[in-house]
């Protein structure tokens, strides 16, 4: 019959029983019978074993190899440790009730006197290798890809027994003991963790060398039956609404200016006419992002792909590293995400949350392609347990921080693309959206062809240019189409557009030409097209009045009417010197004077660019 070491209890001196119940009790003093209750259970152990140095893991690790333990001479030559050092620590171990020592009387030295581990103790102790992680990850993996969640498992109406669960699935399936005992209170710990475990839904290994930790793993069969966080029944899609801010974003600083105050912060007068100008973009949960994320994650990816600079004290807009994909929204998207960003940027320009690299993009569209829909925790979940399975971490200890930044990373890859329109979160489920499928049709994953044209006219058109757009049953190239070259009155069920000089004269600054707008408007107009909007599209643009202010402070125009205005009326001090009747040198702290001016006349303004 094998030693338990509860039966050995009484055997421990009255000080020794008083160190090891307070070592299982956190530090705190204890009665000594509290060992018996608490030295084999996941807590007790994981607390006995945390209290041996590096040396003395050592030894416990190698001796609990074989339910023979071994021999001092084989401890010596093994683990190369001096006789009188494994001696000490064999006393250790023997008082912490971990393994006993049997003396060899046949020889005089005690090479030959054997420590074993206790039975009970070695039955508990579960020491973990890289090959079992990997093995751990790919039954995670498979059973997150085929499981939807059936719920049936009871958890306990307990918040820390949910708590600890829900913890353990945002990091990935895998949490540090040390770090949970380190948070959670050691009563609600043992108690979550004796739950967990009967139930099948966690299992706890140990790592097999010094640092000494317990890991605690989530259990493949749990996955299909754990209750897995759900979205509203709502449905939430951005189309290309970030695009459209995007075009928003340059028209409004290429004409009014984005200024650094003294403190380097941008001024609010240019921020405030920005953040009201914007579009709403929805999160997964269908709450709307704050106007402050939308424009930092704009002007990030501008800055990144060279259309957003700072200069000075002002930022420098320019569309023409995306001149050429301005009427082609799927591709100018992939433009602007497709490549990963470089490792440092101006603070003014850093994204609002971390823009996920390529390889994760590709991951979860991938995902999204095999599986059509999918809860977005368990997306997560499921494409960082793939991920884990070929992580190559030098130490076993260090595979929890992995797993959970893993989990960061694929929160923010699944957030990022529904922001950029890319998926469709409806029913608690999400799947692609027409923008989605044209990215994974660029990135090779998926052989069909996004729905780019509606098949029915949904579009009214009024006389006086002011368009009804319905929210749903267009492409979203087709609202990227029209959207482009309109005003947003009201966003509402319908969105409420109108066709104005200043719309059109964006979109011409932008060189997105009318003829395409035209060709959209007719093709989904369900009432027939205002007689002269053919013709007030052409002589808005063809009358244009044009100003361009360079960095140098000089101001260009088509037509010298404007210069000669500005000289003979209020605006005569902002001009230093005329150097021809279309260009004059005027002064810097006048700008926005200016400006207001050639908006009087409805001007095309090119404020910095080149």
Same mark, same amino acid.
């Given at each position: ?15 020794? @029983? ?40 050592? %030894? ?55 420590? =074993? ?15 079992? =992680?990997?093995?751990?990850? @790919? ?9 939807? +969640? ?25 949490? /540090? ?38 890991? %605690? ?86 800055? @990144? ?31 602007? =995400? ?5 490792? /440092? ?6 994204? &609002? ?75 608690? @489920? ?5 923008? +989605? ?17 509606? &098949? ?16 749903? +049953? ?19 069920? %319908? ?64 037509? &010298? ?23 004059? %040198? ?25």
């Amino acid at each position: 019959m094998r030693k338990q070491s509860i039966d050995h209890i009484k055997k421990l001196g009255v000080a020794e @029983r008083k160190s090891l119940a307070e070592i299982l009790s956190d530090g705190k003093k204890a009665d000594g019978s509290i060992v018996a209750q608490k030295l084999t259970t996941p807590l007790g152990l994981f607390r006995v074993l945390q209290s041996l140095s590096d040396e003395e893991y050592r %030894v416990f690790v190698e001796i609990s190899k074989d339910a023979s333990g071994s021999t001092m001479g084989q401890l010596e030559t093994t683990l190369t440790l001096k006789r009188e050092l494994i001696d000490a620590i064999a006393n250790t171990l023997e008082k912490k009730l971990l393994a006993f020592v049997i003396k060899n009387r046949q020889h005089l030295h005690n090479k030959s006197d054997r420590l =074993i581990p206790y039975e009970d103790i070695r039955a508990a102790f579960r020491p973990i290798e890289p090959s079992q =992680i990997r093995d751990v990850y @790919r039954k995670l993996h498979e059973t997150a890809r085929r499981a939807l +969640g059936k719920n049936q498992i009871q958890i306990e109406n307990n918040h820390n027994t949910k708590g600890l669960l829900d913890l353990l699935v945002r990091n990935g399936g895998i949490a /540090s003991l040390k770090e949970l005992a380190a948070t959670i209170e050691h009563k609600l710990l043992t108690i979550s963790l004796n739950d967990l475990i009967q139930k099948k839904i966690i299992t706890i290994a140990h790592t097999p060398k010094p640092p000494f930790d317990a890991l %605690v793993f989530l259990t493949p069969e749990a996955l299909e039956n754990i209750e897995w966080e759900n979205l509203p029944e709502k449905t939430s899609q951005n189309h290309y609404n970030l695009l459209l801010n995007i075009l928003l974003l340059y028209d409004i600083v290429s004409t009014f200016g984005l200024f650094l105050t003294q403190q380097g912060n941008f001024r609010k007068i240019d921020l405030d006419r920005i953040l009201h100008a914007l579009l709403p973009i929805e999160n997964i949960s269908g709450k709307k992002a704050g106007a402050g994320q939308i424009f930092q994650l704009c002007i990030h990816l501008m800055h @990144r792909r060279n259309m957003a600079e700072i200069d000075d004290n002002s930022v420098h807009t320019s569309l023409a590293p995306v001149a050429q994909y301005l009427n082609q929204p799927d591709t100018l998207l992939f433009f602007l =995400i497709a490549e990963d960003e470089a490792e /440092s940027h101006h603070p003014l320009l850093a994204p &609002p949350f971390p823009v996920p690299r390529r390889e994760n993009i590709q991951k979860i569209l991938e995902l999204l392609v095999s599986c059509e829909q999918i809860i977005p925790h368990k997306a997560v979940f499921t494409a960082a347990a793939d991920s884990m399975q070929i992580c190559r971490c030098d130490r076993i200890i260090d595979i929890p921080h992995t797993a959970k930044a893993l989990m960061q990373d694929f929160s923010h890859t699944i957030q990022f693309l529904h922001f950029i329109g890319a998926t469709i979160a409806s029913h608690g @489920r999400l799947s692609l959206s027409d923008i +989605g499928i044209a990215l994974a049709q660029k990135l090779k994953l998926h052989p069909g062809t996004s729905a780019t044209k509606s &098949p029915t006219k949904l579009v009214y058109i009024n006389p006086d240019y002011t368009v009804l757009i319905p929210r749903e +049953g267009l492409s979203s190239r087709e609202y990227y189409m029209l959207l482009s070259r309109m005003e947003i009155v009201k966003d509402d069920v %319908v969105i409420h557009a109108k066709i104005t000089r200043q719309s059109i004269l964006n979109a011409y600054k932008r060189e997105m030409h009318i003829e395409e707008f035209s060709e959209a408007l007719e093709s989904l107009s369900k009432t027939s097209l205002p007689q002269n909007l053919s013709f007030m599209l052409k002589e808005w643009t063809m009358q244009a009045m044009e100003v361009h202010i360079s960095q140098a402070i000089l101001i260009k125009v088509n037509h &010298p009417s404007f210069l000669d205005e500005m000289q003979g009326g209020k605006l005569h001090h902002a001009i230093l010197e005329r150097l021809s009747p279309h260009v004059a %040198v005027i002064r810097k702290d006048h700008i926005d004077e200016i400006v207001k001016h050639a908006r009087r006349k409805d001007a095309i303004i090119r404020l910095f660019e080149e």
